[in-house]
């Protein structure tokens, strides 16, 4: 039977923002042994803990999410994946709850917090951990915060461009059915995470793309949806339909519990009743080609024995309408360097560009906030060497890993036609809002070998 000892939030500080003791078999400042032991982890695995680790026979099971640890502690040998499934319930009751997952949401709901962990967990066993079921036994009110102040990312793109885009996907999903104000609406995001490796020229060595469909609803009484998707989508890469051109090519997907796929096989429609609060519809996965969203172009060149000059170029590969926010190229140098020199275009400051030379890290970090679609942008960092140059050193250089984030852009071309209520009344007026959204989860391009 698997049960937990500890449960508890850390902040990133590690601060001790949640705390339950269900068992009273480990001993109490495990949160500092582990938040020590995650800041300055020293293993085989390299300088960043794994999820689950054993310290003086105590087991320790975490995950990180909005920057804040989630984390039990349990003496039994219990199955990790059942551990780490159960805090990122937790994290999402904790969301779906207090409507955002943040530090100041969890200090302002601290009671809702601990109401929902004595019934998601008896004496450290799980019970109940869906969202609707917990409804009924839940009684206290959330303490709603600002997000829009926090918000440091671009505002949400809607499919309607002459409407203001509703704060209400940072509402709790009681909020509705207590109040009675609460509009109908639905939230749909199509969220796509890279994968890229590119060799020194350019070209992309392998690359593939995890995306899925999130969705948070807030419609009262639940009514059945129905979604449709491109009608050309192919599912399984071998198969026939999969060598027409104009077709999205999905290697595999799997669907939330709720879709019917009835009429998925013909006429690509999801059917399904959504639970509350956010839940995934449907992943998928591609590994066929597509257009690259940035391309990144590093040369090195030796000005003395002493002296590189490592020149990065990145070319936006998007529609001019398109942008990239929040970009940063992360590029490591010698650790037998004496100091790092940056220069970048002309204009790049007004345009939101700033370079520094971490020397703790040995990195150089190029952020550009907005990298607009067909732009292209350079930064030239001159290296001084302790040391004359040498094939070791240079195998230091590189490789260049970029992040971003592209709002109304995904690579794979997937699309949600239309999301409609089968049987709608007429005083029934949802209101829907659905953005695409591109980020970069490993990509990398390597420098060119001489």
Request: net charge neutral.
């Amino acid at each position: 039977m698997f049960s937990v000892s500890q449960f508890y939030i850390l902040s990133p500080r590690g601060d001790t923002i949640i705390s339950r003791n269900f068992r009273s078999d480990v001993d109490k400042g495990t949160a500092e042994v582990f938040f020590h032991s995650v800041k300055f982890w020293k293993g085989d695995g390299g300088n960043e803990a794994p999820p689950c680790f054993n310290i003086d026979g105590v087991n320790y099971i975490f995950i990180k999410q909005s920057g804040l640890y989630f984390v039990c502690t349990t003496k039994y040998n219990v199955s990790p994946n059942f551990a780490l499934e159960l805090l990122a319930r937790l994290a999402k009751l904790f969301k779906d709850y207090c409507g955002v997952l943040s530090e100041e949401a969890i200090r302002k709901n601290f009671v809702l917090i601990y109401e929902l962990l004595d019934e998601v967990l008896d004496y450290g066993y799980p019970m109940v951990s869906s969202t609707e079921q917990l409804k009924v036994h839940v009684h206290n009110e959330p303490v709603m915060v600002d997000m829009i102040k926090q918000a440091n990312s671009f505002k949400m793109p809607t499919m309607n461009q002459k409407t203001t885009p509703s704060s209400s996907v940072y509402k709790p999903v009681t909020l509705a059915a207590k109040s009675g104000q609460q509009r109908n609406e639905i939230f749909v995001d199509i969220l796509e995470r890279l994968t890229m490796l590119f060799n020194g020229n350019g070209y992309t060595l392998s690359s593939h793309i995890d995306g899925s469909i999130v969705m948070k609803s807030y419609l009262s009484g639940n009514p059945p949806l129905r979604l449709a998707l491109n009608e050309d989508l192919v599912v399984g890469k071998g198969s026939e339909a999969a060598n027409y051109g104009g077709s999205v090519v999905l290697d595999d997907c799997n669907f939330h519990e709720c879709v019917r796929l009835d009429d998925f096989e013909s006429m690509r429609l999801l059917n399904f009743v959504p639970p509350d609060g956010e839940f995934v519809l449907m992943n998928y996965r591609i590994t066929s080609d597509f257009v690259a969203p940035f391309r990144i172009y590093p040369h090195v060149e030796e000005n003395s024995s002493t002296q590189i000059e490592i020149v990065v170029k990145i070319r936006a590969d998007l529609p001019q309408n398109n942008f990239g926010v929040n970009v940063q190229a992360t590029m490591p140098v010698p650790t037998r360097s004496n100091g790092v020199s940056s220069r970048l275009d002309s204009g790049a400051a007004a345009a939101g560009q700033t370079a520094e030379y971490r020397a703790k890290d040995h990195k150089v970090v190029w952020t550009i906030k907005k990298f607009q679609g067909g732009a292209e942008h350079t930064l030239r960092a001159k290296v001084d060497l302790k040391e004359p140059m040498s094939p070791a050193i240079r195998r230091e250089i590189g490789p260049i890993s970029l992040s971003f984030e592209i709002p109304m852009f995904n690579a794979s071309q997937l699309q949600v036609k239309y999301l409609r209520i089968v049987e709608q009344h007429r005083t029934y007026n949802p209101h829907r809002w659905v953005r695409y959204v591109s980020q970069s989860a490993s990509y990398v391009s390597r420098f060119s070998t001489n």
